[in-house]
């Protein structure tokens, strides 16, 4: 069974830094994009940053270009999302979702999702 494994989350101040962790165990890494989406309360669920596993395009939202890094360890089969400079309006429960095919942004394209992982950035 396909399980998506999100940790690495806390509370943090602003300008600090956290990386989180999408651990895949069953995956074949090759044929799947893992994305990394966030939810503040009271907003939305959005994107923040996708990878293809295979040859390891990714794709950022604007709003965190520059700041976040989104890498891939196949051997462990594991995404990370490194934040950098970690702002106010990063606070939100980040998931990691999983799809086939080429790089997406949108929830809907994406079929399985991992439970989330909470971030706190206090000024």
């Known amino acids: 069974d396909v399980q998506l494994q999100a940790s690495g989350g806390g509370l943090v101040q602003t300008g600090g830094s956290l990386r989180l962790s999408c651990e895949a165990p069953?995956?074949?890494?090759?044929?799947?994009?893992i994305a990394w989406f966030r939810q503040a309360p009271g907003k939305e669920r959005e994107v923040v940053a996708c990878?293809?596993?295979?040859?390891?395009?990714?794709s950022y939202a604007l709003s965190v270009k520059g700041r976040f890094t989104i890498s891939k360890d196949s051997s462990r089969r594991t995404v990370y999302l490194q934040m950098n400079d970690l702002k106010s309006e990063d606070t939100a429960v980040y998931y990691c979702a999983l799809r086939n095919g080429d790089i997406a942004t949108k929830i809907s394209e994406y079929f399985f999702w991992g439970q989330g992982t909470e971030v706190t950035v206090s000024s």
């Open positions: 069953a995956l074949t890494f090759g044929d799947y994009v």
């Open positions: 990878i293809h596993t295979g040859p390891g395009s990714k």
